[in-house]
Structure formats: structure tokens, C-alpha cells
């Protein structure tokens, strides 16, 4: 019966422990996850590589990656 009641003792903290961890497994699993906000891409018109809409340069018609592609179309 003592073993009995020091099993039942056991079982009731380890049930505890996991139920105080969960929520900290799941908050780890969203950190992992990228963030929704990504920058959005453009395509240089000149040579298509894809650059981020705030470090590209932008022409009268379209996106650049350089000031110098921007010249080479535009003039
Ligand atoms: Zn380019």
C-alpha cells in the first residue's frame, strides 16, 4: 500500500512537470518559425536579381539594382 501511494505521488508530480513545460515548447517552436513580415523583392530590370523593394533604386518605368543598371536602360 506504501508503494502504491508513493507511485500515485510520483505520477502526480511528473503530470505537473510536463503541464508547466508545455507552454514553453510551443513558445520555442513559434521562435524557430521566420517571420511573417519579409521584405518584398523586386527584379532588376536590367539584370533581374531580386533586391529588397527599400534598398533598390528606382527608375521612371521599373526597379534597379544599382544606380548604374538604372543608367544603362534609362539614360
Ligand atoms: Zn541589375
Same mark, same amino acid.
Given at each position: 500500500? @506504501?508503494?502504491?501511494?508513493?507511485?500515485?505521488?510520483?505520477?502526480?508530480?511528473?503530470?505537473?512537470?510536463?503541464?508547466?513545460? @508545455?507552454? @514553453?515548447?510551443? @513558445?520555442?517552436?513559434?521562435?524557430?518559425?521566420?517571420?511573417?513580415?519579409?521584405?518584398?523583392?523586386?527584379?532588376?530590370?536590367?539584370?533581374?536579381?531580386?533586391?529588397?523593394?527599400?534598398?533598390?533604386?528606382?527608375?521612371?518605368?521599373?526597379?534597379?539594382?544599382?544606380?548604374?543598371?538604372?543608367?544603362?536602360?534609362?539614360?
Amino acid at each position: 500500500m @506504501k508503494f502504491l501511494l508513493m507511485f500515485f505521488i510520483v505520477m502526480v508530480i511528473a503530470f505537473q512537470w510536463r503541464q508547466s513545460r @508545455k507552454p @514553453k515548447v510551443q @513558445k520555442a517552436k513559434r521562435a524557430a518559425t521566420p517571420p511573417a513580415t519579409t521584405p518584398a523583392m523586386v527584379p532588376c530590370a536590367h539584370c533581374g536579381l531580386h533586391v529588397p523593394e527599400a534598398d533598390a533604386v528606382r527608375g521612371a518605368h521599373a526597379y534597379y539594382c544599382s544606380a548604374a543598371h538604372r543608367q544603362a536602360l534609362e539614360p
